[in-house]
C-alpha cells in the first residue's frame, strides 16, 4: 500500500502559476502510475492528469492540455502538478492518486484509482 499526502495548494488569482506536490510513502514509489484529479463544490471528481511508472507517457484532460504539466521524480519519491495560466474554473480539491496497475484505456475513471490523498485546495480569484 502507498501513503499519499498533496501540498502546495493555495489562493491564486486568475493567470498566476501554481505547482502541486504528492509526496507518496510506503511501497516502491516506481511501482505506481500516479495520477492527479479535481473536485469543484457540487461537481464529481474529474480527471485532470496521469503519468506513468517512468515519466515516460502523460495524459491530460482536455481542457487543461497546455496550461498543465504533470511531472514525477522517483529518487523524491514526489508526483507534481504545475498549473500555468490558472482559471477561476479551475478552482477545486486537488487530489493525487496512485495505481499499480495502470490502465491507458480507463485512466479517467475514479474507480481504477486505489490510492489518494486528503487533497489541496486550490482556489483562483478573478
Known amino acids: 500500500q502507498v501513503q499519499l499526502a498533496e501540498s502546495g495548494g493555495g489562493l491564486v488569482q486568475a493567470g498566476d502559476s501554481l505547482r502541486l506536490s504528492c509526496g507518496a510513502s510506503g511501497r516502491t514509489f516506481t511501482h505506481y502510475a500516479m495520477g492527479w484529479f479535481r473536485q469543484a463544490p457540487g461537481k464529481e471528481r474529474e480527471f485532470v492528469a496521469a503519468i506513468t511508472w517512468n515519466g515516460g507517457i502523460t495524459y491530460y484532460e482536455e481542457s487543461i492540455k497546455g496550461r498543465f504539466t504533470i511531472s514525477r521524480d522517483n529518487a523524491k519519491n514526489t508526483a507534481y502538478l504545475l498549473m500555468n495560466s490558472l482559471k477561476t474554473e479551475d478552482t477545486a480539491v486537488y487530489y493525487c492518486?496512485?495505481?499499480?496497475?495502470?490502465?491507458?484505456?480507463?485512466?479517467?475513471?475514479?474507480?481504477?484509482?486505489?490510492?489518494w490523498g486528503q487533497g489541496t485546495q486550490v482556489t483562483v480569484s478573478s
Open positions: 492518486a496512485a495505481s499499480f496497475v495502470f490502465s491507458d484505456t480507463y485512466y479517467f475513471n475514479v474507480k481504477t484509482w486505489p490510492y
